[in-house]
């Protein structure tokens, strides 16, 4: 199987993905595209001999049909059959999402449904919450709200700032995202659930 994977940033989750598809893992990664020419992700990537690509978006301005449009040339050159939004920061618009509808993946730093959007950490704290996580889900029309093929969970701590319970929710995300994604790899059981937290 052929994994494009899409980053606008440091691409940790990306990283791990790509390291992740090697020996009998069904899947490769065929292409990292970022909107962000200065991602760090991008070298990560190249020195992985990942193909990479990059579309700026900020030519495009409130175009995003173009933009997206941009997106998809870079897709159908790789032919991918599943796409990884890791750390992508750009909102999808129902076209694009339709034209490769059961394809594409995301990572999202919460326990979903819960805390759809930004800021994550921070609204979780405030809610009082005892425990927290990521979920991976098919991307769908609606912001952060498809089916969820895994989750990961952790227990929110006394003294937790936001960076502090970021940082451990990422080191979750790059748990179970490559498991997510070989388990549809290989048509192997999902969801994918980890539980990190016992007290
Ligand atoms: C992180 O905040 C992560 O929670 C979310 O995207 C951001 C950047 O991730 N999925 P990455 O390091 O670029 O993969």
Redesign the pocket.
Known sequence: MRVAIL????????VTLVDSMTGDHPARACLVLSNNADAG?LEKARARGVPTAVVDHRPFGSDRGSFEEALSEHLSNASPDLICL??FMRILTPVFVTRWAGKMLN???SLLPKYKGLNTHARALDSGDIEHG?SVHWVTAELDDGPVLGQAKVAIKADDTAESL?AR??KL?HRLYPSVLRAVSENAPLPVMIDASKR
């Open positions: 980053i606008s940033g440091g691409g940790s989750n990306m992700g890791a750390g990572i999202h730093p990521c970021a929710v990422l995300e």
